[in-house]
Nanobody, 122 residues
């Protein structure tokens, strides 16, 4: 019964910025961790960032300092602000809901939207 709808992707030049949004339906948003994954051409899906129900965040090393994950529980929305974009950030980005443990590890549920495509190219 969980639906995830990603938006905000597009074509951007290196060094540019995008803000991705994910609208979450269902009653579990505020009680669960959220995350952004991405799948680049020819590569497996990878975890980019996660955020717990209380706002603690973790980032994949290559995006740390450039990307910021946030959530607005009142709007049932999770965001990914992406700055200083690089060509290697090109991918389809997916949001996900799941659980985080006390170590900061993220455990995804098997709910996926259609994703939103980000292309970083000059």
């Amino acid at each position: 019964q969980v639906q995830l709808v990603e938006s905000g992707g597009g074509l951007v030049q290196p060094g540019g910025s995008l803000r991705l949004s994910c609208s979450v339906s269902g009653s579990i948003f505020s009680n669960n961790a959220m995350a952004w994954y991405r799948r680049a051409p020819g590569k497996p899906r990878e975890l980019v960032a996660s955020i717990t129900c209380i706002g603690s965040t973790n980032y994949e090393a290559s995006v740390k300092g450039r990307f910021t994950i946030s959530r607005d529980n009142a709007k049932n929305t999770v965001y990914l602000q992406m700055n200083s974009l690089k060509p290697e950030d090109t991918a389809v980005y997916y949001c996900n809901t799941g659980l985080s443990d006390y170590r900061g590890s993220y455990y995804p549920y098997d709910y996926w939207g259609q994703g939103t495509s980000v292309t970083v190219s000059s």
